[in-house]
Nanobody
Framework: VQLQASGGGLVQAGGSLRLSCAAS????????MAWFRQTPGKEREFVAA?????STNFYGDSVKGRFLMSRGNPVYLSMNSLKREDTAVYFC??????????????????WGQGTDLTVSS
């Protein structure tokens, strides 16, 4: 599967934005898709994941109640009540196998290019 992330930009704190991740190739056998984010000098952080067959969502603690990930093609990450600390490069990811936890970068084999989000105060 090939992934194309888009939708990043500049938004004021408290605002909303929606990221998209378009998948091409085999999406029928996906196990899960996820969003991660990364800031300079830090490891990639888990944001959200969705189990593909059940549409069950999982969220990182820092975004629970504010972000919503939806299943489909494209996959969307709707971000509300944005904070400055949400500023990062956001990556979408996909996996076919079920080994490893959904919140681990090591569990995903396919990655899109990042899309930048800047939240200003």
């Amino acid at each position: 599967v090939q992934l194309q992330a888009s939708g990043g930009g500049l938004v004021q704190a408290g605002g909303s934005l929606r990221l998209s991740c378009a998948a091409s190739g085999n999406t029928f056998n996906l196990y899960a898709m996820a969003w991660f984010r990364q800031t300079p000098g830090k490891e990639r952080e888990f944001v959200a994941a969705i189990h593909w067959s059940t549409s069950t969502n999982f969220y990182g603690d820092s975004v629970k109640g504010r972000f919503l990930m939806s299943r489909g093609n494209p996959v969307y990450l709707s971000m509300n009540s944005l904070k400055r600390e949400d500023t990062a490069v956001y990556f979408c990811a996909a996996r076919y196998g079920g080994r490893g936890s959904l919140d681990s970068v090591h569990s995903y084999n396919y990655w899109g290019q990042g899309t930048d989000l800047t939240v200003s105060s």
